[in-house]
């Protein structure tokens, strides 16, 4: 156990060494990282922002089925029903025609001639069935449901999902969906490009030390031996970087924290960014750690698996 103990603080200091040696290379695979790092981080900051903007889109959007008079409580009740039991439903709020009537008499209240004009005559609005959507995703499954002809037949003017509405719902999920694959798609581009990079430099130190590791394995050194300073040179890079690319992050929101707390772009609250990025400060910092690690160790790893293949000579 102590003879372990020994060979693995010799790896760490090994790896240590390694790491001020290469300063250059260190330096050169580092910045990527960082690069790599910041997107990833950049990427999970407007993910969240991105859904906190799409969820409180989705909060104030409903689908209304506009019931004829003379559908009955038994077959206002029992659609009530199937809709609450469909997916992607979040809730079904039925409101009579008297309780329809209030909404509207709230909703225009300094409207002193709509008011009127809803006054001087018997109630002209329908009994109405809201429906708000879990997903704007899913929304096509309550569209497929309410369009079904059984369904239609109750409803006495088309549901309020339609025309230009549906047009501009169906744009704001198609962008958020792009969006965030094009988010996806930047992390795990930055993220081969810094393993590649990562990978040629520990291939470099394998190179320049190739004598140095062709005697250690001729004296027996085993293969974790000669590996695990490269591993611990990588995650040294790692680790580094994830602190880096954080502070940089940091700085950013810091500097400008006065003028984009209320600024937006599209989709984007920027003031929700900064409020996510420094409530989740150092969870996001174990994040980038983890990542950071893991891109620097298995990157080392695959160059060391192919290039420390040392095979004593035949004599």
Known sequence: MGRRVIT???????GMVNFVRNMWLAIAAMAIMIVTLSIILFSVIVSATFHNTVDQITDKIDVSVYLKDSTTDEQSQELVKDLK???GVKSVTYLSKDQALEVYRDQNAGNAALLQAINETDNPLPATIRIKPTDLNEI????????KPAIAELQSDPSNDSGD???AIDKITHATNILQ???IGAVLIFATISVLIIFNTIQMAIFNRRDELQIMRLLGAGTWFIRGPFVVEAIIY??????????LINAVFVTASSSLQATSFGLLDIGYSQQFFEQHYWRLLLVQ??????IGAASSIIATRRYLKFKTPKK
Do not use: K, N, P
């Open 238 to 247: 790692g680790m580094l970087s994830a602190v880096i690319s954080l502070l």
């Open 165 to 167: 509405r549906r047009v």
């Open 289 to 294: 750690l983890a990542l950071g690690i893991l």
């Open 8 to 14: 693995f603080g010799r790896v760490i200091r090994t």
């Open 140 to 147: 096509d499954t309550i569209r497929s449901y309410i369009d």
């Open 85 to 87: 039991d469909l997916r």
């Open 181 to 183: 694959r094009a988010g």
